[in-house]
């Protein structure tokens, strides 16, 4: 089998937490952001900041990614070889030639959104003054921020496995026709590098926790239910599956992928009668090592 592409998506229950705020209301009344239907949302900007932040970690840990590393999100190197950020999230410059500056993300993301109405509270912030010095300028400081009391997150995140490792170059003509279409396979000299980065993404899915305020509050994403897809086409089709409408719409996006031999794995640690989250992971990663990764540039 050809593994095409992958999603991922989950289910991770935040309490009270404020994993991404929004605009401060009233002077240092900061607010949570929300939907107009009262769900707490994250937006998939803020999702993708913390899964580049769990990949740099990952990356950093493993000896088989020496040499490689994960630029700051505002000075990507469009090196696709070296810079996971380039390679995995695309970038953007404009002094190339050929189209080669401007590569679409192979890795994308949903914003998390709680699947029921949010509980809000506010909590009271209190930066007390404990210089007596009557010379100090810092003052006792009150602020209120929001917080949402109990969710249950819903989140999804894709990757064009064909792209990673990979840039798609466009030839024009003098009078600006398109003439043809080549593929440059940057990691050729670099056996097994793109099954890493493939899992490296995986395992990012799992361990994501730098949402904002993080280091106050103990804010995670990590998945208490999780449906992996390892597709054989590119599809997102699965990520609507924790949100299905009824039971049948769940069994029919299980039986089409079943139907075009794509393998998936679903993990529910609330369920004793299913395997569990991480037996689902453990199984995508040896499935992910067995099969093969559709490479545009070599694709027999």
Do not use: C, W
Request: without cysteine; aromatic residues 6%.
């Amino acid at each position: 089998m050809k593994i095409k592409s992958i999603t991922v998506t989950l289910l991770a229950p935040m309490n009270d937490h404020a994993a991404n705020r929004g605009e401060k209301l009233l002077g240092n009344a900061s607010s949570i952001k929300r939907r107009r239907d009262g769900r707490v949302y994250i937006s998939g900007q803020m999702q993708r900041h913390v899964l580049f932040s769990a990949i740099e970690r990952i990356n950093e840990d493993d000896p088989n990614g020496i040499g490689t590393y994960v630029a700051n999100s505002d000075g990507t190197s469009a090196d696709v070889k070296t810079d996971l950020r380039s390679d995995l999230g695309g970038y953007l410059h404009t002094n190339k030639e050929n189209y080669s500056g401007r590569r679409t993300a192979p890795v994308s993301a949903t914003p998390a959104v709680a699947l029921d109405t949010s509980e809000i509270s506010r909590d009271l912030l209190v930066r007390l003054k404990m210089n007596e010095n009557k010379e100090s300028e810092s003052k006792q400081a009150l602020a209120t921020n929001e917080f949402s009391e109990s969710d249950l997150m819903n989140m999804s995140f894709h990757l064009d496995v064909s792209a990673v490792g990979i840039t798609k170059l466009f030839e024009y003509g003098g009078n600006e026709s398109h003439l043809s279409t080549s593929y440059s396979d940057h990691l050729a000299d670099k056996p097994g590098e793109r099954h890493r980065r493939v899992k490296l993404f995986l395992e990012a899915t799992r361990s994501m926790t730098d949402y904002a305020n993080q280091a106050r509050n103990a804010t995670t994403g990590e998945p208490q239910k999780v449906l992996i897809v390892l597709d054989t086409k590119m599809s997102r089709k699965a990520s609507r599956y924790f949100i299905a409408s009824s039971d049948v719409e769940k069994e029919r996006i299980l039986e089409e992928l079943k139907n075009r031999e794509a393998i998936f794995f679903l993990g529910d640690d609330t369920d004793a009668s299913v395997i569990s989250v991480d037996e689902a992971y453990r199984r995508a990663f040896d499935a992910i090592s067995a099969n093969e990764l559709y490479n545009p540039a070599s694709p027999s």
